[in-house]
């Protein structure tokens, strides 16, 4: 009985600390936006913050702060057009983002769902609209 007591108990601690630290993919599997976020977490999160995917590549600190720390997206807002020049071009300096990180149907993946789930913790300002004069 001793021995199937100590099995159980590994067995338990094992899952409990693999859980610690680890948010993981918090969009429904379900969700058309789930595999999006499968492929922004094993191919953007090292260097890109993002709460939804428990992501957190981004520097919190400037003195922190390294080459490839890229935006951070929860505060950061893009849409579709952006998500898929940085990706065809290696970010928009094109200094260290790799170029084609992604490919086709992955890469519009990624861009949809960032641009779903990016910019969340965003302060919203509000915005008015001018009009200039062209005389």
Not at 46 to 74: M, Q, W, Y
Not at 80 to 98: D, H, K, T, Y
């Amino acid at each position: 009985m001793r021995p199937i007591a100590a099995i159980a108990m590994l067995i338990v601690a094992s899952v409990v600390l693999g859980a610690c630290g680890s948010q993981g993919i918090q969009v429904s599997k379900t969700s058309p936006y789930y595999r999006g976020a499968v492929i922004f977490l094993d191919h953007c999160s090292g260097c890109h913050t993002l709460s939804v995917v428990g992501a957190e590549g981004s520097a919190t600190s400037i003195k922190d702060r390294l080459k490839t720390n890229g935006p951070n997206f929860d505060f950061r807002k893009e849409n579709v057009e952006q998500v898929l020049f940085a990706i065809r071009n290696g970010g928009f300096s094109g200094v260290v983002m790799p170029e084609n990180i992604v490919l086709g149907d992955d890469a519009q993946e990624v861009a949809e769902f960032l641009t779903h789930y990016s910019g969340l913790q965003s302060q919203h300002e509000p915005t008015t609209s001018i009009t200039l004069s062209t005389k």
